[in-house]
């Protein structure tokens, strides 16, 4: 059973379904009252089992992604090894240095995921144009292992992509999910509060809301909690992961009175002048902290938090950095 709550909004995902599914085991109880009505609970029972599924999907999305992260840090590390022994072994055979050029290796090789996949897939092309020349018989072998750690690489990160992908997706619907319940759960307090509105009478603590002395205070009225929506968010700050975990954490003190937090994102090279915050939000959470797996040496990550209201009406932006040196 879910904590009594006069405002679920500012319940979890899973304090949330919990909350829900008292309210709908407690309506069921009210058919045939004179306060029921039907109308008010019609669609509301689908919507709940939708916000289940997806959560469901959510979670396990979630539990699969960090250690398929795991996996494409070591396909990376793997695939950037084997590529410098590549290219230490090509001017053994061709020492004129147009070669390395010609597989894409004459420059560093690039430790960022998608700068590396970009250069290994031109050198493997170009091994497909050159491969069955005689003079090029020695490095067979090598190419054969290289074309093996790629296409590993490929996999590990495709599966992590989609799964995050999927877990982005599922977040997404719950949010939208979340925002529809809320609007009918809150037509269906209201019109209970039209028929008792003594907040502390007995009558409410039979309910899922609660009394007034037993549950969250409604917006609007005596009690509303401080710093609550469309306040701006106090304390953000951006701190390195400890292990196991890996990556940046982004973090703020949690707002009253919001069903989430939009999350922006932007990336440049460490010293390039602060970028402006984008428009397309990186992420929604639920509550914070949320972990950045996604960084790399010698680049600055900017990131903007602000609280989405039952309305999905953004809040004050907060904003933090981190230079990240590994």
């Known amino acids: 059973m879910a904590k009594k709550s006069r405002y679920p909004s500012q319940f979890g995902w899973q304090d949330f379904l919990t909350f829900m599914r008292d309210l709908l085991y407690w309506l069921a109880g009210q058919v045939g009252k004179p306060d029921y009505v039907a109308s ?41 090894d084997k590529l410098a022994a590549v290219k230490i072994a090509i001017p053994v055979f061709f020492p004129d240095p147009a070669t390395l050029g010609e597989f894409t290796l004459a420059g560093p090789i690039p430790q960022d995921e998608d700068d590396l996949y970009i ?40 599966t992590y ?30 019109w209970y509060r039209s028929k008792h509105k003594d907040s502390e009478e007995i009558w409410w603590t039979d309910t899922p809301w609660g009394a007034s002395y037993g549950g969250e205070p409604v917006p609007g009225e005596p009690g509303e909690p401080v710093g609550a929506f469309p306040a701006k968010v106090s304390n953000m700050k951006v701190e390195k992961a400890s292990p ?74 907060s904003d933090a950095m981190m230079e990240w040196v590994g």
């Open 40 to 80: 008010l609970v019609a669609g509301l029972s689908v919507k709940v089992d939708d916000f289940e599924a997806a959560l469901v999907t959510y979670i396990n999305e979630k539990d699969l992604a960090p250690d398929q992260r795991k996996a494409v840090v070591l396909k990376t590390t793997a695939l950037y």
């Open 119 to 158: 250069v290994a897939s031109a050198c493997l092309l170009h091994w497909e144009d050159v491969k069955l020349l005689p003079a090029y018989a020695p490095l067979v072998a090598d190419f054969a292992e290289l074309k093996t750690v790629f296409d590993e690489f490929v996999l590990a990160r495709t």
């Open 161 to 190: 992509h989609e799964t995050f992908q999927d877990m982005e997706t599922s977040q997404g619907d719950m949010g939208n999910l979340k925002i529809s319940i809320l609007e009918q759960e809150r037509k269906l307090f209201n």
């Open 244 to 317: 196991p975990q890996n990556g940046a954490i982004i973090s703020c003190d949690p707002l009253a009175g919001v069903i989430g937090y939009n999350v922006c994102k932007a990336k440049v090279p460490t010293g390039m002048p602060r970028p402006t915050r984008p428009a397309e939000k990186w992420v929604f959470i639920e509550e914070p902290p949320v972990i950045d797996t996604g960084v790399e040496i010698g680049f600055d990550y900017y990131y903007w938090i602000c609280g989405v209201d039952e309305n999905n009406v953004e809040g004050a932006w």
